[in-house]
């Protein structure tokens, strides 16, 4: 996670949106407890709106899924 965490760190800097949905979906992805990964997917689903990236729809989704939005 390490290495996740030093690339978010530098989309952050860099205010690099798009990698921020990336990384904090893959981040999601690969979290260890399902409160981490609603964290995560959170994140990733906000920085997609802020953007309108195209993810946001199925980050919504999968939100919902886990009950963390409805």
């Known amino acids: 996670m390490t290495r ?4 978010l760190l ?3 800097a860099a205010g690099d949106t798009p990698a ?10 690969t ?3 399902q409160d981490a ?4 997917l ?10 309108g990236h195209g993810s946001a729809t199925v980050l919504h989704s999968r939100l919902v899924e ?5």
């Not at 990964?37 to 995560?40: D, K, R």
């Not at 959170?42 to 953007?51: G, H, K, N, P």
Request: hydrophobic letters at 50%.
């Open 31 to 33: 979290a260890a407890s």
């Open 20 to 29: 921020l949905v990336a990384l904090y979906t893959e981040a999601a992805d």
């Open 37 to 40: 990964m609603g964290f995560y």
């Open 42 to 51: 959170t994140q990733a689903y906000i920085y997609a709106l802020d953007a």
């Open 66 to 70: 886990m009950g963390r939005d409805n």
């Open 10 to 12: 530098a989309a952050h």
């Open 4 to 7: 996740l965490n030093n690339r």
